[in-house]
């Protein structure tokens, strides 16, 4: 087995961010308190969000296919361990007319790894996607009558995901001649959100509605293609469906005099199920696969926890959710997006 330096390199990075956000930051009174890192109070992602702009740590049983783990187990269900790390930091954040409306503008960076540690050979890193974009803006109108505490609206104006398969992936399919050896899951964006009832940094009950739509740049390319020399350009079978549209729902409890807090969240996603085919190989039987055309499929995302609220300190990583999350639909990791029925289920560690 060889050692993959940058591998553990990135793990041991993400260990420490992990445990450095769980500690009380800064204490109340000191610069950093509500300054530089001052939690940007609406339009974060919600807890169930499978794209979201915190720090998130899963380690889940997950549905496994043999075109990710090298061919070693088959089909089934087995361990997996993900580590998203997301942010949106913010530039400026204003009032208008009091308090009864806001602007703000936050700069998106998200990143997220997936890691096969429970295979047999080298434990590899399966895939890795970045997004990236333009600051957004974020307007919110305080109505405080009712149901409706508020509304807001998010516009990302420009934002860009770039998607690639680990190294030892890339190298098993070229090695055992898998008909695509690369997609070229890459794209641009806008993104429109709208808010009933944004919780901002509230400590009290809020039940969150959220209504998102991701719209691509160009509707020509669609959401993946494949370059010369990394595969047979004729098993990609695309259509015009340059859409993405997910709703979300959020309950939390208020915060106890301790500061944790109860949490609820689930999101349903309508997004594109790639168009090429789901690849299987193994020593005896060789490699197998069937085209499939693009389609559309339904994703559903649950989180069922706790959250501590730091007392005195509300800014990034301020918040520290624990709890179980549940995912079924196509594999949200990059190049793998044309596998359905995929599911895991365990262990998730949120950091705001």
């Known amino acids: 087995m060889h050692c993959n330096p940058i591998k553990y390199r990135i793990i041991g990075i993400a260990a420490l961010l992990l445990i450095g956000c769980s500690l009380p930051l800064c204490a109340e009174g ?28 899963d380690i889940n049983y997950m549905t496994n296919r043999s075109e990710w783990d090298w061919g070693q187990t088959g089909k089934g269900m087995r361990i997996a361990t993900a580590t998203n790390l997301g942010v949106t930091i913010p ?12 602007l703000s503008l936050g700069e998106p960076v998200i990143f997220n790894i997936w890691l096969d540690l429970t295979e047999p050979v080298t434990a590899p890193v399966v895939d890795t996607d970045y997004r990236i974009a333009l600051p ?87 959401w993946y293609s494949v ?45 594109a199920l790639y168009g090429y085919p789901q690849q299987d190989w193994d020593a005896t039987n060789g490699v197998s696969y069937t085209p499939q055309a693009q389609s559309r499929i339904f994703t559903y995302n649950i989180f069922v926890g706790a959250r501590y609220v730091n007392p005195w300190y509300d800014g990034l990583m301020g918040r520290l959710a624990v709890g179980l999350r549940a995912y079924h639909g196509n594999n949200y990791f990059g190049q793998f997006r044309n596998y359905d029925n995929v599911s895991h289920i365990g262990l998730c560690f949120i950091y705001q």
């Open 30 to 57: 000191t610069p950093f308190a509500k300054g530089l890192f001052r939690y940007s109070p609406y339009g974060r992602a919600l807890l169930s969000d499978v794209h979201p702009d915190y720090v998130r740590l």
């Open 136 to 222: 957004e803006c974020t307007f919110i109108h305080r109505l405080n009558k009712g149901f409706a505490t508020n509304y807001s609206i998010r516009f990302a104006p420009f934002k860009h995901e770039s998607t690639h398969i680990g190294d030892e992936l890339a190298l098993q399919h070229a090695d055992h001649g898998l008909p695509l050896r690369r997609v070229n899951a890459s794209y641009n964006y806008s993104e429109t959100v709208f808010t009933l009832n944004d919780p901002e940094d509230s400590r009290r009950e809020y039940h969150t509605l959220r209504l998102g739509l991701m719209l691509l740049w160009d509707w020509k390319e669609g």
């Open 91 to 102: 530039l400026w954040r204003g009032n208008i007319v009091d308090e009864r409306y806001g």
């Open 227 to 271: 370059k010369p020399g990394d595969g047979d350009e004729s098993l990609l079978q695309t259509r015009n469906s340059p859409w993405e549209l997910y709703l979300q729902y959020q309950y939390q409890s208020p915060v106890s005099k301790h500061g944790f807090q109860a949490v609820a969240s689930a999101e349903i996603r309508n997004r």
